[in-house]
């Protein structure tokens, strides 16, 4: 049986710079929001190129950092200092650039292999009851975190918050992911999808086919901003 599809507001933007824009704006008006509810910002981070470029945007821009939680989608089980690393990434194109206190940095272990990585990080986000914010992308084979088409593998409702992934259909083989049931515990999920490579993967998606965004499934739904090059209706 397939998942209950959610909500989906799809928002389409002439250039990945637009994109990039817009989402720094999305996630600095989502921390100002939460902080002003609760005191904190529970974020999960994206990898890939075009998450990357939004990161940047926010390097330049101030805000309560002090009060900002970084926690991330999935990783790679790959040595810390790898640049194939999702939090290496974020460290450089943001997080080493604005008083974010290192304590609120939540990477993934995942160095130290997908089971003793997805074991630690489900504790570490236990204590999270909701995330404020969670980031995703879109892979051109339609996978999410490190969530696969055709693969059962954290698509339960009743999975840990966190899975190992074994033999990975892309490199490298072992990766640690959060859920899909730990990613619908969102008050937001934005998905960042740029590039001509992605038409394809949106157009199963918005065909309602049977693909890991499906079974992330928020209460108030999901948004998806998408470059012109990824919009299949272009």
Request: proline letters at 9%; a positive charge; aromatic letters at 8%.
């Given at each position: 049986m397939s998942a209950k599809v959610p909500t989906t507001r799809w928002q389409v933007f002439p250039d990945g710079?637009?994109?990039a824009d817009q989402a720094a704006a999305l996630?600095?008006?989502?921390a100002r929001?939460?902080?002003a509810a609760r005191g904190v910002f529970y974020l999960v981070l994206?990898?890939?190129n075009t998450p990357k470029t939004a990161y940047e945007r926010l390097r330049k821009v101030g805000a309560e950092w002090s009060k900002?939680?970084?926690y991330f989608g999935d990783e790679r089980c790959v040595p810390p200092i790898s640049p194939e690393r999702n939090d290496r990434m974020a460290r450089r194109a943001w997080l080493d650039h604005v008083k974010i206190p290192a304590k609120n940095i939540h990477p993934i272990p995942a160095e130290n292999g997908?089971?003793?990585g997805a074991l630690h990080y489900a504790k570490t986000v236990a204590n999270v009851l909701e995330f404020d914010?969670?980031?995703l992308g879109l892979g051109e084979d339609g996978h999410t975190a490190s969530l696969f088409p055709g693969r059962k593998d954290g698509l339960g409702k009743k999975d840990p918050d966190a899975v190992p992934v074994l033999a990975s259909p892309k490199p490298p083989p072992e990766r640690v992911?959060?859920?899909a049931a730990r990613l619908s515990r969102a008050r937001r999920v934005l998905y960042l999808v740029g590039g001509e490579s992605k038409r394809d993967a949106v157009k199963v998606w918005r065909a309602q086919a049977d693909i890991p965004p499906r079974h992330i499934t928020p209460t108030l739904g999901i948004d998806v901003y998408v470059d012109r090059e990824a919009w299949p209706e272009a």
């Amino acid at each position: 049986m397939s998942a209950k599809v959610p909500t989906t507001r799809w928002q389409v933007f002439p250039d990945g710079a637009a994109l990039a824009d817009q989402a720094a704006a999305l996630i600095l008006e989502a921390a100002r929001e939460a902080i002003a509810a609760r005191g904190v910002f529970y974020l999960v981070l994206a990898g890939g190129n075009t998450p990357k470029t939004a990161y940047e945007r926010l390097r330049k821009v101030g805000a309560e950092w002090s009060k900002w939680q970084i926690y991330f989608g999935d990783e790679r089980c790959v040595p810390p200092i790898s640049p194939e690393r999702n939090d290496r990434m974020a460290r450089r194109a943001w997080l080493d650039h604005v008083k974010i206190p290192a304590k609120n940095i939540h990477p993934i272990p995942a160095e130290n292999g997908p089971d003793q990585g997805a074991l630690h990080y489900a504790k570490t986000v236990a204590n999270v009851l909701e995330f404020d914010l969670v980031l995703l992308g879109l892979g051109e084979d339609g996978h999410t975190a490190s969530l696969f088409p055709g693969r059962k593998d954290g698509l339960g409702k009743k999975d840990p918050d966190a899975v190992p992934v074994l033999a990975s259909p892309k490199p490298p083989p072992e990766r640690v992911s959060l859920s899909a049931a730990r990613l619908s515990r969102a008050r937001r999920v934005l998905y960042l999808v740029g590039g001509e490579s992605k038409r394809d993967a949106v157009k199963v998606w918005r065909a309602q086919a049977d693909i890991p965004p499906r079974h992330i499934t928020p209460t108030l739904g999901i948004d998806v901003y998408v470059d012109r090059e990824a919009w299949p209706e272009a």
